[in-house]
């Protein structure tokens, strides 16, 4: 399939392990994020979404946990699964007003060896 | 399978030329949304459509363009083409009207090479 991982960083693990991704967004105003997978060949798939009066949220397996501070976000993933294999991407987004335009990170690719 | 449809899935052409992206929403979902990925920027949103109408404008080059048609697929048209727009296109599809939308789901991408 097309592959989008070329040139992004890579985040290699071993099943069962935990993975970690992170992704930091440069606008103060944003208040609204959402993490998406893409796997090869595919369009973008949601994950999780958190907005920024908190600061964890959890789902399947996925923890978004993030850092207002620093304008940082990160991405858990537990007892990672090779079907994890994807490349992970970011969104911002601010919800209270003025452009209501998404923008995206780039993106880390994850491979999960068996 | 998403449920929406982009054709084609691959497309070749020289600089300077012409082309029409094609989408078709998932049954009754009345948004379409156009998003433009390159390797270099990352996915970028282009506009969307909701029932017709634009509805949001992104990052999208006065050279390109799009519409949404009374039987809700949407095109985009990329006119005056130069290497730089070589990317995946993507069109995804919702319900709703809203600009960022965690129900929105992707079609494959329409691969665009310029040469």
């Known amino acids: 399939g097309e592959s989008v991982g070329l040139h992004l960083p890579t985040l290699s693990v071993q099943e069962g392990d935990n993975s970690i991704i992170n992704c930091a967004y440069s606008?103060?105003?944003?208040?609204?994020f959402i993490w998406y997978k893409q796997e090869s060949g595919k369009g973008p798939q949601f994950i999780i979404d958190?907005?920024?009066?908190?600061d964890k949220r959890q789902g399947q397996r996925v923890t978004v946990l993030l850092n207002k501070t620093v304008k940082h976000l990160s991405l858990q993933i537990a007892a990672t699964q090779p079907g994890d294999s994807a490349v992970y991407f970011c969104?911002?987004?601010?919800?209270?007003?003025?452009?209501?335009?998404?923008?995206f990170g780039r993106g880390t690719s994850l491979i999960v060896h068996p | 399978d998403s449920g929406v449809t982009q054709t084609p899935k691959h497309l070749i052409t020289a600089t300077g030329q012409r082309v029409t992206l094609r989408c078709s929403p998932r049954s009754g979902d009345l948004s379409v949304y156009w998003y433009q990925q390159s390797l270099d920027q990352g996915l970028q949103f282009l506009i969307q459509y909701y029932n017709g109408e634009e509805r949001a404008k992104g990052n999208i080059l006065e050279r390109f363009s799009a519409q949404q048609f009374p039987d809700l697929h949407s095109e985009l048209n990329l006119s005056s083409l130069e290497l730089g727009d070589s990317a995946l296109y993507f069109c995804?599809?919702?319900?709703?009207?809203?600009?960022?939308?965690?129900?929105?789901?992707f079609g494959q991408g329409t691969r665009l090479t310029v040469v």
């Open positions: 958190i907005r920024s009066n908190m």
């Open positions: 969104a911002e987004s601010p919800l209270g007003g003025g452009s209501y335009i998404p923008t």
């Open positions: 606008n103060s105003a944003s208040d609204y």
């Open positions: 995804a599809s919702s319900a709703t009207d809203r600009v960022i939308n965690t129900e929105a789901f």
